[in-house]
């Protein structure tokens, strides 16, 4: 019989408890503090900048449209918002990609079923260093030209406004595949195949991109979120390639 397939917020929800297990706590402790961190540093930044960024972006209309101004200032809020969350994604992914590509490995080890939990090795990890920070390179050649395309197309007039909508699509796709490269990197699936399965499960993927992008817009919840995503991306990983022995709930051994 396949493995079930569960939907976005099950793999996130099942990624979380994963984390929070006895057995994985230790892989999730660095991220956290590096992520923390960064969020703290972003979020004194953003305060003292956000007004004026948004300033920055909100068209200037003549004053017989000035009432629009009520309008579609929510949507440029919106899209500084959005701004902010990809930078600060973009920078935590990069300096924790070898910690959660070692988590990502532990992950699938109990996901699996295998009760030979190895112990933490910072050999493993640091050798695990080059390989990740390559695919984050990667990651950023993908993301890069598409983010400068939805930024010059914010400041055009009237056709930036659906710039904040076309970024919440992309950020959602970018989500789905930065955390399920992870566990597909650790496979040695090479980054077009990679993007390649991705397209042929569109609709999972997008639905785990979209509650993992949901829940990293809330602010100090995104920073345990981001583990979880990791740890529910390797569960999503395992069971949409239909892994059998993955159809236990987390933490019970194989038979």
Known sequence: MPAPVLSGPQYLSEGLKLVLSPGLRLFVLL??????????????????????????????????????????????????????????????????????????????????GEDNFPPFSWGELVAMIPRTLSREMRKLGYFL??????????????????AAPLWLLFGVWMMAIQYIDYPADNNKMSWQDMLAWLREKRWQSLGFGGITYAALLIPFVNILMMPAAVAGATLFWVRERGDTRATKAPGQAAS
Do not use: C, H
């Not at 703290?40 to 004053?63: C, E, I, K, R, Y």
């Not at 395309?149 to 009237?158: D, E, K, N, R, Y």
């Open 145 to 162: 030209p598409r983010a400068i395309g939805l930024f010059i197309l914010s400041f055009i007039p009237v056709v930036n406004i659906i």
């Open 31 to 112: 991220p956290l503090l590096i992520n923390l961190l960064l969020f703290g540093a972003l979020v004194g930044v953003a305060t003292q900048q956000f007004s004026s960024w948004v300033d920055t972006f909100m068209p200037n209309l003549p004053s017989w449209l000035s009432f629009l101004e009520y309008i579609i200032w929510p949507l440029f809020v919106v899209l500084v918002l959005l701004m902010i969350f990809f930078t600060f994604t973009m920078l935590a992914n990069i300096v924790a990609a070898p910690f959660n590509g070692f988590l990502a490995e532990k992950v699938e080890v109990v996901v699996r």
